[in-house]
């Protein structure tokens, strides 16, 4: 049977739960770090990282913490660098060999970059405040924020294209002539040369491409799917009653999505479960699924208690293969 990890915030420090029972019962682990957390990725059931908010830790030229690693039995601190006070990890994505988290705030961004090999973090600066991270390999990695898309290519961070009056909350990428946008009025699909609206929808805040399958959602509880590509969509407006600030899945008829009410709810390819909430936070912002060959697949939510600050809202992640 599968196991789910529910990562959440009691409070005062991060929890992290889990279950092998479909959510009958739970095992806890927490970490005393006092912060929140807004992103989730995976590279294995003993290797996962969330990233968040560090301020109650790393201040200006302070040792800098957004980042929590879990090791498959313990939750732990990792220092990125040296902090720049009022900035937010909002997004991260990880794959083997690499980890990549965008730390930003109003004009002022940074992508951090983890070599395994090298057991060392490095980072790429800009003037944008970053949302999301995403990418197909170590070479060729997405980042979106206000409104533009950049990619990382193993050695340099360098601008794609920009998407003109709109803000990039989330993405997914498939390969450079492939990559899925969430934006501040719908779903877009960029080809490697121009950005086709595929949803017009008010707040798109995270997006998970499966090939032609495509699941979008964000504020105001809207999820929309697609089996065609983005040509035609199927929504649940009544299924969530919070903004949806995570949603993934390795196949169509096994999706998960979360959102900042507390609601925990798995697709199965024709209708949504019930909410599944362990209750262990307020508001769950990522989720994550792990493929695993001898126990089987791992789902991963992220969660924390609610604060709204703006636009500073985070997806994610989490969220895509």
Not at 76 to 93: H, P, V, Y
Not at 212 to 239: C, K, P, R
Not at 252 to 266: F, H, M, N, P, T
Request: overall charge negative; some cysteine; glycine content about 12%.
């Amino acid at each position: 049977m599968s196991r789910v990890f529910i990562a959440g915030h009691d409070g005062t420090d991060p929890v992290l739960c889990y279950t092998d029972d479909k959510g009958s019962s739970w095992t806890t682990k927490t970490v005393d770090n006092d912060r929140k957390a807004y992103s989730l990725w995976g590279i294995s059931r003993n290797e996962l990282w969330l990233a968040g908010n560090p301020e109650a830790i790393g201040g200006e030229g302070e040792a800098y913490e957004p980042v929590t690693k879990f090791d498959g039995t313990s939750l732990s601190d990792d220092n990125i660098g040296e902090g720049t006070s009022g900035k937010e990890a909002l997004g991260c994505w990880a794959v083997e060999g690499g980890v990549f988290v965008v730390v930003s705030k109003t004009g002022d961004g940074d992508l951090y970059i983890y070599d395994a090999e090298d057991d060392d973090w490095d980072s790429e600066s800009g003037s944008v405040r970053w949302r999301d991270v995403n990418g197909v390999s170590l070479t060729e990695v997405y980042v979106v924020g206000d409104s533009v898309l950049h990619k990382w290519d193993g050695s340099s961070l360098s601008l794609v294209d920009t998407l003109s009056n709109k803000v990039l909350h989330g993405v997914s990428a498939l390969s450079e002539t492939e990559i899925w946008i969430a934006a501040s009025d719908g779903v877009y699909l960029y080809d490697g040369a121009d950005f086709t609206q595929k949803l017009a929808k008010t707040n798109a805040y995270c997006v998970h491409a499966l090939s032609s399958n495509v699941i979008a959602a964000g504020g105001a509880g809207f999820v929309a799917l697609s089996t065609d590509g983005g040509d035609t969509w199927t929504e649940y407006d009544s299924t969530f009653t919070g903004d949806i600030h995570g949603i993934f899945g390795r196949r169509y008829q096994e999706i998960w999505a979360v959102s900042d009410d507390g609601e925990v709810k798995r697709f199965d390819g024709s209708a949504w479960s019930a909410d599944l909430d362990p209750g262990s936070g307020t508001a769950y912002w990522g989720v994550w699924q792990e493929v695993d060959d001898s126990p089987g697949i791992s789902i991963v939510a992220l969660s924390f208690e609610f604060e709204k600050k703006g636009r500073m809202k985070k997806v994610g992640p989490t969220r895509r293969a």
